[in-house]
């Protein structure tokens, strides 16, 4: 086993930091270029391996594997985390990853709640492309749950961390259990691992980041025949379309399941599946805004925003929301212009969009800096000053999260303490 403070004799350049991850095939440890100083992962067999006598299959394994996974991340796959050395220490074999700096999607979800249906599908997407890729190829990943997904820093790109590289060697020293609640039940057995066993898995995450909750696990529906609750009935506000898939992917069986990943991800629904419900708690008529949204008059579609929703907080004297009418806004159509800004921008964007990039910088009513940074990322500032109204962007090409705008900015001269407010106040409610 690497330790910690120990200086690696066949890449003397490397310093073991810590350890930061452990499992039945493997142990991570972050580590550090001396010279260079940067970060790098190292991932090492278990030690218990060693004992075991399919100890050298488990290592031609690995090195098979971690070798095929070079060649896939050789362009740098943005999905998949890059292989960038292997080597022996002391005959134990050492595979070098990048260290993708972010949080995993499980911890995202425990501190800022549920994604939305199109931003949760988006992610999934990334990873069932960056599997399908790996299953071509012959690897099956075992244990791609939300704690081995890092939403990049600054960024809407998820990276697939921690292969159990050379699982598919039988021994009886070995864990293959993974993460119980996002595995199948077939996993526990020492069978062929084949890609319906990561389409369970993918279907469960997909079921934490909508619900914020896990599937009932698959061995206890196996042995006691407990039914799954579908994840429409934790979140009624998905669609029946993803719930349908998420079930489906959760087959029992796993030649129930789509049999690849391709299959699965086609039962997603896509742009015009489902139309909005118009709802609103007092009368409002958003056929106008929808209209707009749907030609794409970006434009006219901010300025309509900002007249229903002064209207319907009756702020329109005012001209601006305030932080207690934003947090007294009827919840149906706030969810429903926001229903209606994702679904028209294909997730781009929205008031949950903007609420997940607020809330990605720790976003909280202390605003400045973090303000500042929001305001960077969504294109409201250029060289360090905020735009006027005039100059923001009313295309499709703007940066995410960039529309609406009128709602927050209101005037002619940007008013940072009202917006930032408003941001705030926004960012706690329940989209």
Known sequence: ???????????????????????????????????????????????????????????????????????????????????????????????????????????????????????????????????????????????????????????????????????????????????????????????????????????????????????????????????????????????????????????????NRPQTMQEWVGLFPRAGDDEVELKSDVGMDYRKLQNYLKAGNWKEADEQTRRVMLAVAKREKEGYLDTNSIDNFPCADLRTIDQLWVKYSNGKFGFSVQKRIYQSFGGTREYDEIWEKFGDKVGWREGGSWLYYKDITFDIKAPEGHLPVGWALFLEKICLFRSSWSVWSLSRRDL
């Not at 249906?117 to 749950?145: F, M, N, P, T």
């Open 1 to 255: 086993m690497l330790q910690p403070g120990q200086y690696l004799k066949q890449r003397p350049h490397f310093i073991v930091e810590a350890e930061i991850g452990g499992g039945g095939f493997g142990v991570t440890f972050k580590a550090k270029h001396r010279d260079l100083n940067f970060p790098v992962v190292i991932k090492t067999p278990n030690s218990r391996l060693q004992k075991d006598a399919n100890y050298p299959k488990y290592v031609k394994g690995f090195r098979k594997e971690g070798r095929i996974l070079a060649e896939i991340t050789q362009n740098h796959h943005p999905n998949i985390v890059r292989i960038i050395d292997f080597f022996e220490e002391d005959n134990l074999p050492c595979l070098v990853m990048d260290f993708v700096k972010g949080e995993n999607l499980y911890n995202l979800i425990q501190a800022q709640g549920i994604l939305s249906e199109q931003v949760a599908i988006d992610y999934i997407k990334q990873i069932a492309q960056a599997l399908s890729i790996c299953h071509q190829q012959g690897i099956i990943h075992r244990d791609a749950h939300p704690g081995n997904m890092i939403l990049r820093e600054n960024s809407n790109t998820v990276v697939l961390i921690d292969f159990g590289l050379a699982g598919n060697i039988n021994s009886q020293s070995i864990n293959q259990n993974g993460n119980l609640a996002f595995a199948p039940w077939e996993q526990m057995l020492e069978t062929e691992k084949l890609p319906t066993l990561d389409i369970y898995t993918l279907a469960a995450s997909l079921f934490y980041l909508v619900t914020g909750d896990t599937p009932i696990s698959s061995l206890a529906r196996k042995m006691t025949n407990r039914d799954l609750i579908p994840p429409k009935e934790l979140n009624s506000r998905i669609s029946e379309k993803l719930n349908h898939a998420i079930i489906k992917g959760l087959e029992l069986e796993p030649q």
